[in-house]
């Protein structure tokens, strides 16, 4: 210890615990999406597209409303979350004033929705959007079982394939894109950039793609001098 009483090192310090590493999560192709969706349950089907789509949270997803859906605008509005706390499921503001938010949907996220409302849920501007078979609120592990989850999405070829990844799908096809990362923090509903810097990457092959299409420009032009 020195004189000051400052130490120079953490004595407690732990090799390789001063680094925090968020492992890299599989996202899905378009097709493995639709596919997975056509696997699940009529009822179902719809929330798997939506969820791949909008880059929507579980509890984002299982407290949407009738009334938060604008199929005209194209958008749906997050004002909730539902939680599952120890005994009862809980509907609460979102996890940070950024996640009330309206985020738009792609034409194939409206037409899953246009299709879902008509055959599967009530008529009132407070119906929930989602729902178990008998019109409770979801909560996860039911539905992980009522699917068969684990057993589903491996044999779409999505082995070791969460739900949540399908908000990492959804992110990942928007940053791809071309989304800014201030446009991804409005999407995935983050007040800061860390979360919303993970899905840049994507960027990275949209860049490959421009450099592929300079190739078969470049090799259909005539590259001798004048």
Excluded at 197 to 212: F, G, M, N
Aim: with cysteine; hydrophobic share 40%; charged share 25%.
């Amino acid at each position: 210890m020195r004189e000051d009483e400052i130490l120079r090192q953490n004595p407690c310090r732990i090799k390789g615990y001063d680094r925090y590493h968020t492992p890299e999560r599989p996202t899905a192709t378009i097709a493995q999406v639709y596919a997975l969706a056509d696997a699940m349950p009529a009822r179902f089907a719809a929330l798997i597209i939506v969820a791949a789509l909008s880059g929507l949270r579980w509890g984002e997803l299982a407290a949407l409303r009738r009334c938060d859906v604008d199929l005209d605008a194209a958008t749906v509005r997050v004002p909730r979350k539902l939680a599952a706390l120890k005994d009862r499921l809980e509907f609460g503001p979102p996890k940070s004033a950024a996640g009330v938010r309206v985020v738009a949907l792609p034409a194939a996220a409206v037409e899953a929705l246009q299709e879902h409302l008509a055959e599967h849920v009530e008529s009132g501007p407070e119906a929930l959007i989602f729902t178990g078979e008998k019109g409770a609120p979801l909560r996860s592990g039911n539905f992980g079982r009522a699917v068969k989850w684990t057993k589903t999405v491996a044999s779409v070829g999505l082995v070791g394939f969460h739900f949540h990844d399908l908000r990492h799908t959804g992110n990942t096809l928007a940053a791809a894109s071309g989304a800014s990362t201030r446009e991804l923090m409005h999407r995935l509903g983050h007040a800061t950039m860390r979360a919303a810097l993970i899905y840049q990457h994507a960027t990275s092959e949209r860049d490959r793609e421009i450099a592929r299409a300079m190739d078969r420009r470049i090799t259909g032009e005539d590259r001798r001098r004048p």
